[in-house]
C-alpha cells in the first residue's frame, strides 16, 4: 500500500491441491525455508509486477516448497523435465507458464517446480530471468539497438524493467554494460 496503490497475492487451494494430498506443517513465524520462498514471491511481484507467468512460477516454487515431498534427487532428471527445461530456455522472452508447462508434461504444476528445483538447483522463475538478463547482455554486447528493443526482445515488459532486473543481476547499467562490453 503506497501512493503507487497496492497489489495482494492471494492463493487459495483445495485440501487435495498437493500431491500425495498433504503438506508440512509450518507457519510464517517459523521462518527458514518458506519464509524464503514466500519472500521471493513478493520481490517477484514487485519487480514484475505485469508478468503474471513469472508470479504463477514464483507461487509454484513456495508451493512445492510446501510440499510434504522434498529431498535430494535421485540422478539425472527424467526426460519430461529435460524437456521442459529446453523449453524454458527456448521460450523465456514469451512467459512461459508454469501451468501450461506442467499441463504439457502431464504433471502437476507444484510437482514441476519442486523437481525443476531439487534437479537444476533453481525456480522457473529464476531460470526465466537468468535467461532473459542472458539474452538482453547478448544484444547489448553485440549491437546498438535501442535498449527498450533490447528489453523488448529480451522479455522483459520495458527499458525500465530491463534495467532493474539488469543491474540487480549484474551490478551495472544496460549503457553500462554495452560501454563496457564495446570497450
Do not use: K, N
Not at 95 to 115: M, S
Amino acid at each position: 500500500v503506497g501512493s503507487r496503490g497496492a497489489s495482494t497475492i492471494q492463493i487459495s487451494m483445495r485440501s487435495d491441491f498437493f500431491p500425495g494430498g498433504r503438506s508440512r506443517t509450518w507457519r510464517w513465524l517459523h521462518g527458514g525455508w518458506a519464509a524464503r520462498r514466500f519472500l521471493e514471491c513478493l520481490v517477484t511481484a514487485r519487480a514484475e509486477p505485469r508478468d503474471s507467468g513469472m508470479i504463477e512460477a514464483a507461487v509454484f516454487d513456495l508451493l512445492a516448497a510446501l510440499s510434504d515431498h522434498e529431498g535430494p534427487p535421485a540422478g539425472a532428471p527424467p526426460r519430461w523435465l529435460q524437456a521442459i527445461a529446453l523449453q524454458v530456455d527456448d521460450t523465456f522472452a514469451a512467459r512461459p507458464r508454469v501451468e501450461a508447462l506442467a499441463r504439457g508434461a502431464g504433471v502437476h504444476p507444484v510437482y514441476l517446480a519442486r523437481c525443476f528445483r531439487r534437479h537444476y538447483g533453481t525456480s522457473i522463475t529464476e531460470r526465466v530471468r537468468e535467461r532473459r538478463v542472458e539474452r538482453a547482455a547478448g544484444l547489448l554486447g553485440a549491437s546498438r539497438t535501442p535498449l527498450s528493443a533490447v528489453a523488448h526482445q529480451s522479455g522483459f515488459a520495458d527499458q525500465s524493467h530491463l534495467s532493474r532486473v539488469f543491474r540487480r543481476a549484474t551490478g551495472l547499467t544496460p549503457g553500462g554494460y554495452r560501454a563496457l562490453a564495446r570497450g
